[in-house]
């Protein structure tokens, strides 16, 4: 059974930093694209970050690239995000996402299978 579980999330000043792990079982991270998304209250899932599963190229949305960082440790099977300059406006859910490596469009929700139960991120002003 495939599980995604994430952890790290909570409350922290504009400004302040968040690690969010997500951690994988039954399925090996290395072989699958990863990325992470949010969605805060009344909007819809919206992409923020990717590794691909291969040669770990990482992609990112443009209101996060320069202060988010997305990472994999393969021996933890286990895909990280660094959240750095945290603004109100990136609070939401965030979700960690597993998805094949045939399909391509990382940005794109659909891609992925496998979804993590989400973890809260408030940045207050």
């Known amino acids: 059974q495939v599980q995604l579980v994430e952890t790290g999330g909570g409350l922290v000043q504009a400004g302040g930093s968040l690690r969010l792990s997500c951690a994988a079982s039954?399925?090996?991270?290395?072989?699958?694209?990863t990325a992470w998304f949010r969605q805060a209250p009344g909007k819809e899932r919206d992409f923020v970050a990717a590794?691909?599963?291969?040669?770990?190229?990482?992609y990112y949305a443009s209101s996060v690239e320069g202060r988010f960082t997305i990472s994999r440790d393969n021996a933890k099977n286990t895909v990280y995000l660094q959240m750095n300059s945290l603004e109100p406006e990136d609070t939401a859910v965030y979700y960690c996402?597993?998805?094949?490596?045939?399909?391509?469009?990382?940005?794109?929700?659909?891609?992925?299978?496998?979804w993590g139960q989400g973890t809260q991120v408030t940045v207050s002003s």
């Open positions: 039954g399925l090996t991270l290395s072989s699958y694209s």
């Open positions: 590794i691909r599963w291969d040669i770990g190229i990482t």
């Open positions: 996402a597993a998805g094949p490596r045939t399909r391509s469009v990382l940005r794109d929700p659909t891609t992925y299978d496998n």
